[in-house]
C-alpha cells in the first residue's frame, strides 16, 4: 500500500469535473458494495459496518465495455476522433497508469463515487475489487472529506491501512485487498476515483 499525489492543476481540473459541473452520469445504489466478505460479521476493524447508500459512475467496465474496445481506445483518443466523455479522469487513468506501472498492466475498471453525508459513523460493507493477486486498484480523492478509506486483514478483525481524504492524493494496493470506506459525517459528501489494472489482461483473457 502506497499513497501517491497528482500534479495540482490535473486535481483542479478533478475538482471542477466531478463536481462543480457535475458531468459523472451517476447511478443509484442502496449500498456501496454488493457483498460482504464475511456475512456473518457486523464490524470491521472493531467499527460497526453500515449497509449506507451510494452513487457510481461506471466509465469504463472490461465485462460490459471490452466488445468496444480497450479503454485507451475508447477514452484516449487513440484511435477514434471522439473526445473522452470525463477527459480529466481520463487523463488521471494515463498519468498513473504511466507513474507507477509497468506497460504489461491494462485498465480494466474505472468508477466515480460519490458517498452522501451520514448521520451514523460506520463502515461500508467490506469488500475487495477484483480477487486476481496481480491486479492493483489506484483510489484517488477528489475532495478534502472525512470518510477514510480502511484497508483489513482477509478476517476483517485489524486494520492495515488507514486513509484520509485529501484532494489531489490517493492510495494504490493490490485489488484483492479488503477495504471499506468510512461515511462522511462532517462534509456533504465524499468523493473518489476507483482505477483497477490487471497485468497482461487482454493477453489473457484473448
Same mark, same amino acid.
Do not use: C, E, Q, R
Given at each position: 500500500m502506497k499513497t501517491f499525489t497528482v500534479d495540482s492543476n490535473l486535481a483542479d481540473e478533478l475538482e471542477h469535473e466531478i463536481v462543480v459541473r +457535475?458531468? %459523472?452520469r451517476y447511478m443509484y445504489l442502496k449500498k456501496t458494495a454488493e457483498y460482504n466478505y464475511r456475512n456473518d460479521a457486523s464490524t470491521a476493524g472493531g467499527i460497526k459496518i453500515i449497509h449506507a447508500p451510494g452513487f457510481t459512475d461506471s466509465v469504463y467496465?472490461?465485462?460490459r465495455d471490452r466488445a468496444r +474496445?480497450?479503454?485507451e481506445q475508447l477514452f484516449q483518443n487513440v484511435s477514434n476522433s471522439k473526445p473522452a466523455r470525463? %477527459?480529466?479522469v481520463s487523463k488521471l487513468v494515463v498519468q498513473l497508469k504511466k507513474d507507477f506501472l509497468? %506497460?504489461?498492466y491494462d485498465v480494466i475498471r474505472v468508477f466515480v463515487n460519490m458517498m452522501p453525508k451520514g448521520i451514523e459513523y460506520g463502515v461500508t460493507t467490506p469488500h475487495h475489487d477484483v480477487k486476481d493477486p496481480q491486479?492493483?486498484?489506484?483510489?484517488?480523492y477528489v475532495l478534502?472529506?472525512? +470518510?477514510?478509506?480502511f484497508l483489513f486483514d482477509e478476517d476483517q478483525d485489524k486494520i492495515i491501512c488507514r486513509c484520509s481524504p485529501r484532494k489531489g492524493t490517493g492510495l494504490t494496493y493490490p485489488s484483492s485487498?479488503?477495504?471499506s470506506a468510512s461515511i462522511p459525517i462532517h462534509h456533504e459528501i465524499r468523493s473518489a476515483i476507483n482505477i483497477v489494472n490487471c497485468k497482461n489482461y487482454y493477453k489473457s483473457n484473448g
Open positions: +457535475g458531468k %459523472p467496465s472490461v465485462s +474496445g480497450t479503454y470525463l %477527459p480529466s509497468d %506497460p504489461s491486479a492493483v486498484t489506484f483510489l484517488y478534502d472529506s472525512d +470518510g477514510d478509506t485487498t479488503i477495504h
